[in-house]
């Protein structure tokens, strides 16, 4: 049964890797989605960044909760409640649900799926602070139980749902390499660092996908993305350079924007005592020495915004907190008050894989800081190694002497406390800093639920991240999506890069 199931899905592969111009108007032609980054695993359970795996892989395995064009939390695979005071979430399965293999969705899956994230993601260990148990009421319902209120668990929908009785089937390696989920389209082929193909489930319980095959093009390079739209190799490409937006709206191309996660920023290595930037006079002159205004207008064309922290309309948004403004004057004056006159050297690393404009960003950064006396260095690393170089700054900070252009969980996040809480709270990995008032801000700021009494807290917290600048905000991502006449694709705002091709319709 294996080796007809592989053969019969090595033929659609296939079939589905034809040329696309080769088959223009027909029924088969796959509908091509040209994305800059593959996923790090085909197992979202195990995937330690949501962001490169999910625009893929959601298509194939779900969340427990959806999310609807707007970008608010809805019933998906469940629905859900909270108890009154906010320590106990219980998730109501929709009934009829299938895997793609034809398993029945029960609780003993959301149940395994739970555990197995428990144990193998740091992302979800992450959003389990606060967690105390898992008990299944019945085949259909499942609740959490918390040790305090925790508004962190349910917004980035970490929870992805596989099924117990596929592992218990084929155990560990079958499981991870031929994913069997619940959502709109089932897996068929992946061939690493080039493509990925899946094929609409008939059986969805959202209603079957219009656009029946699919074929997910990784093309890391910027140029070679809008290079396929161009030519008719893709029908939709993902992370279109800024600078390219308005030409391609000028040559016929349909192009969406949607502000997402993350926030690019200048990231200090603070645990390092012995580096010019642990102190804070430097930092304020860094954040004086850097025309971010210049960046965004002048390189990527207006797309990008511009917050010090959060966007308004989030919780915690603070209007009166402003950005450092453009002074190089200023700049030298307070490096010269620091002790360092005629400046110092410093290694700056950007963030290589994810995002676009993080190179062209850090390259503007070297020449505004080389104004002030700041001579830098310039390289990048790709997201597993700077994820290591974190670490090791909170492990063994007298080695770690660099500074870096990184995307940081900030505004548009799932929700403003655990961007706080994931990017400077001293327990987190990721963390570079360290303020025990900060701390105790944000600590409280998770358990409140109320939303008006949440903000007061997250406003005070971000007021100390702006005047002991840890990192300093440059520009807001931008998600711009671009597709060929005929098209139709909305993505929905904030969070992360979205990819659902159950979303996608044609009108020709």
């Known amino acids: 049964m294996r080796s007809l199931r592989t053969a019969a899905a090595a033929a659609l592969a296939v079939a589905l890797a034809a040329p696309l111009a080769a088959q223009t108007g027909q029924a088969t ?3 091509v989605v040209a994305i800059n980054h593959e996923p790090d695993t085909l197992d979202p359970t195990i995937s330690v960044n949501t962001v490169i795996s999910r625009p893929t892989m959601e298509n194939v395995i779900e969340p427990l909760v959806g999310v609807d064009a707007g970008g ?17 979430l219980t998730f109501t399965l929709r009934e009829g649900v299938t895997f793609h293999n034809g398993d029945p969705l029960t609780a003993d899956d959301v149940i395994f799926s739970h555990e197995r994230m428990r144990e193998r993601s740091s992302i979800y260990q992450s959003r389990l602070r606060n967690f105390d148990r898992i008990e299944k009421i019945d085949d259909l319902t499942v609740r959490l139980h918390f040790r305090t209120a925790d508004v962190t668990f349910l917004p980035p ?3 992805s749902i596989v099924s117990k009785t596929y592992f218990d089937r084929v155990g560990e390696e079958e499981f991870v390499t031929h994913p069997v989920g619940t959502g709109p389209y089932r897996f068929v082929s992946h061939s690493p660092a080039q493509e990925m193909i899946l094929t609409a489930n008939e059986d969805y319980w959202g209603g079957v996908p219009e656009i029946r095959d699919v074929r997910f093009v990784f093309a890391s390079e910027d140029s070679t993305r809008v290079a396929m739209l161009r030519a008719g190799e893709a029908d939709l490409i993902l992370n279109v350079p800024f600078m390219e937006r308005d030409r391609l709206e000028a040559e016929g191309f ?31 002159a860094i954040a004086h020495a850097i025309d971010a205004d210049g960046i965004v207008e ?8 511009r917050h010090p922290r959060f966007a308004p309309g989030e919780i915690g948004y603070d209007p009166e907190l402003t950005n450092y403004e453009y002074d190089p004057a200023l700049a030298r004056e307070m490096l010269a008050e620091a002790g360092y006159p005629n400046g110092f050297d410093m290694p700056l690393i950007w963030w290589h894989g994810e995002n676009s404009g993080l190179r062209e960003t850090a390259e503007a950064v070297s020449i505004y800081l080389q104004q002030v006396g700041i001579s830098t260095q310039v390289s990048s690393l790709d997201v597993p190694d700077f994820i290591g170089r974190l670490r090791a700054a909170r492990a063994n900070p007298s080695t770690e002497d660099w500074v870096g252009i990184t995307p940081t969980p900030m505004a548009q996040y799932f929700d403003p406390t655990i961007a706080l809480a994931f990017t400077y709270a001293s327990s987190s990995p990721f963390s570079q800093y360290n303020n025990a008032r900060f701390d105790a801000l ?3 700021a998770v358990q409140t639920v109320d939303a008006e009494a949440r903000a007061p807290l997250i406003v005070e917290a971000t007021r100390i991240l702006h005047d002991d600048v840890p990192q300093i905000s440059l520009w807001n991502n931008m998600a711009v999506y671009a597709m060929r006449p005929g098209v139709i694709y909305e993505p929905g705002p904030r969070h992360l890069v979205r990819a659902m091709i159950s979303d996608v319709s044609l009108s020709e």
């Open 298 to 305: 002048g390189l990527f064309h207006g797309v990008p915004a």
């Open 157 to 159: 929908r970490n929870l």
């Open 29 to 31: 032609a796959p509908f």
């Open 254 to 284: 349909t192009t969406r924007q949607i502000a997402v996660t993350p926030t690019v920023s200048v990231q200090f290595t603070l645990n390092n005592p012995d580096v010019p930037w642990h102190d804070v006079r430097v930092r304020r």
């Open 72 to 88: 608010n939390l809805v019933p998906g695979l469940a629905s859900w409640e909270y108890s009154d005071d906010g320590r106990v």
């Open 442 to 444: 944000v600590a409280e």
